[in-house]
T-cell receptor
Framework: KAGVTQTPRYLIKTRGQQVTLSCSPI?????VSWYQQTPGQGLQFLFE???????NKGNFPGRFSGRQFSNSRSEMNVSTLELGDSALYLC??????????????FGPGTRLTVL | KQEVTQIPAALSVPEGENLVLNCSFT??????LQWFRQDPGKGLTSLLL?????REQTSGRLNASLDKSSGRSTLYIAASQPGDSATYLC????????FGTGTRLQVFP
């Protein structure tokens, strides 16, 4: 079974631009979560989607948004990029049905650099 | 507020040693705890998941224990190998994963 895939793997943007990242979960998984990883803050939860609905949200500004499609694929968007948004963005999928007991499977991440 | 701490932050050992990595958390109201491995610049690989009702889980040379009442988990790696070199992260699951800062492990031949 194919793992979690994320595209693109690397992105370079300039301040003020916007960016869209994509995540395809493991087949059959309905929950997709997004995390930001930086050297200073470590891994932080952004949001979770299940069946096209945002089920949980972390403490990030409104510039960070996401959505999920009917095939469970998810996108996250960051508008008005800031230098501090440079990070590795990780997507994780799980079945979602057990919710709190599910194993999270992570993708390889998208490395975003903001210049 | 849930906080997760991992000790030590870094560890360098010769091949063949048995290792213990520690993870502590401040709020025992968790659903489960998961240990991950991360290679440089890569995503996370799930190693073990322990449900809150469980005491330990084993997979090959890895054994993880959970003491929810004291807010502690340990990851035991038996007979370490150079291929085990990576950063090891623990994460507690409340309604989202809250990660520790990781232990960077280097196993030298």
């Amino acid at each position: 079974k194919a793992g979690v895939t994320q595209t693109p793997r690397y992105l370079i943007k300039t301040r003020g631009q916007q960016v869209t990242l994509s995540c395809s979960p493991i087949s059959g998984h309905r929950s997709v979560s997004w995390y930001q990883q930086t050297p200073g803050q470590g891994l932080q939860f952004l949001f979770e989607y299940f069946s096209e609905t945002q089920r949980n949200k972390g403490n990030f500004p409104g510039r960070f948004s996401g959505r999920q499609f009917s095939n469970s694929r998810s996108e996250m968007n960051v508008s008005t990029l800031e230098l501090g948004d440079s990070a590795l963005y990780l997507c994780a999928s799980s079945t979602g049905t057990g919710f709190r007991g599910d194993t999270q499977y992570f993708g390889p991440g998208t490395r975003l650099t903001v210049l | 507020k849930q906080e997760v701490t991992q000790i030590p932050a870094a560890l360098s050992v010769p091949e063949g040693e048995n290792l213990v990595l520690n993870c502590s958390f401040t709020d025992s109201a968790i659903y489960n705890l998961q240990w991950f491995r991360q290679d440089p610049g890569k995503g996370l690989t799930s190693l073990l998941l322990i449900q809150s009702s469980q005491r330990e889980q084993t997979s090959g040379r890895l054994n993880a224990s959970l003491d929810k009442s004291s807010g502690r988990s340990t990851l035991y790696i038996a007979a370490s190998q150079p291929g085990d070199s990576a950063t090891y992260l623990c994460a507690v699951n409340t309604d989202k994963l809250i990660f520790g800062t990781g232990t960077r492990l280097q196993v030298f031949p």
